[in-house]
């Protein structure tokens, strides 16, 4: 985990949007960013701005209230940007697969770049998932 400063020319920005979740998964990437897992000192800061971030990390199902949102978001981000898509609802529906108001997964809507499975998904996934982002970006 402490490999993750060779991949750094900057440090990589984090826009974080839930897409309709139980909140499971955004409370282990809050944990990600407390004192004991600390993504912070390792360069990674979390953003609100869309135009300054690097890495999109999405949680939830795709519900259909969220669609145009995800893809006006997406659209905001600067290239080389990465995708990561945490946890299973977010991958391919989840419990929520197949619902009436759920599209299954957001790589129907846009290109996901890393998967970080399971529901919810432990801090040290998530930053498994943000070390291989790292390295996309820094070959993109």
């Not at 893809?71 to 600067?78: A, T």
């Not at 299973?88 to 299954?104: E, H, P, Q």
């Not at 846009?110 to 970080?116: E, F, L, R």
Request: glycine share 8%.
């Amino acid at each position: 985990m402490l490999h993750i400063k060779r991949f750094l020319k900057k440090s990589p920005w984090v826009l974080h949007y839930n897409t309709g979740s139980c909140n499971g998964c955004d409370i282990e990437i809050l944990a990600c960013l407390s004192p004991r897992y600390d993504l912070e000192r390792l360069g990674v800061l979390n953003t609100g701005n869309p135009k300054q971030a690097d890495i999109f990390l999405v949680t939830g199902p795709l519900t259909h209230r969220c669609h145009d949102r995800l893809l006006q978001l997406y659209s905001q981000i600067p290239d080389p940007k990465v995708v990561v898509a945490v946890g299973s609802c977010t991958c391919t529906g989840g419990v929520f697969k197949d619902m009436y108001n759920v599209n299954n997964g957001i790589d129907s809507l846009i290109p996901v770049d890393v998967y970080v499975p399971g529901c919810a998904s432990s801090p040290e996934l998530i930053m498994d998932g943000i070390v291989k982002a790292l390295e996309i970006l820094e070959g993109k």
